[in-house]
């Protein structure tokens, strides 16, 4: 089962524009040659370094999105590592978000929560649930601090019998 990922590289910047698509183009036969597919490629261009890596302080940077099988992604990093002109990379699992009302793999529809998604079909919350003000209400009623003309200690003596 093939599964999705994302590969960030950088490319030497000593090379010219030309030898970096053929660079590129490698990438993609050895991503093909592991029995996978790219979904998207894009080359950002040459961009400076945030440290020096290699003796570099610039790089072509690329990305690719591409659907491999989970085992063959050690072997493509291996590759990657003996590449010349490759002089950093990065493989990640693509992140796949989902919207409320959106569909899961089953078919069932993703919420976040009940209210939230009711607020967005213009539904009211239940009539049975406190709002804000009741609840504001009642923890100014009962603060759990005793009132200062009641002492604290007269309810315990009340309960021995005593006044």
Known sequence: MNREYELFYIIRPDIDEDQVRVAM????????????????SSLWGRRR?????????????????????????????????????????????KQVYYLPGDEDRRGRVRTRSKDRADAADGIAPDAGEVGDDALEAKVAEDDGFPDEDRDPVAPAAAADGEE
Not at 25 to 38: F, N, P, Q
Request: hydrophobic share 45%; proline share 3%; glycine share 8%.
């Open 25 to 40: 183009d490698e990438v993609a036969s050895l991503i093909a040659g592991h029995g996978g597919e790219m979904t998207k």
């Open 49 to 93: 370094l945030a440290y020096p890596i290699a003796g570099f302080n610039d790089g072509y940077y690329a990305l690719k999105e591409l659907a491999l099988p989970a085992e063959k992604v050690r072997e493509l990093e291996r590759q990657l590592r003996l590449d010349e002109r490759v002089i950093r990379h990065l493989i990640s699992l």
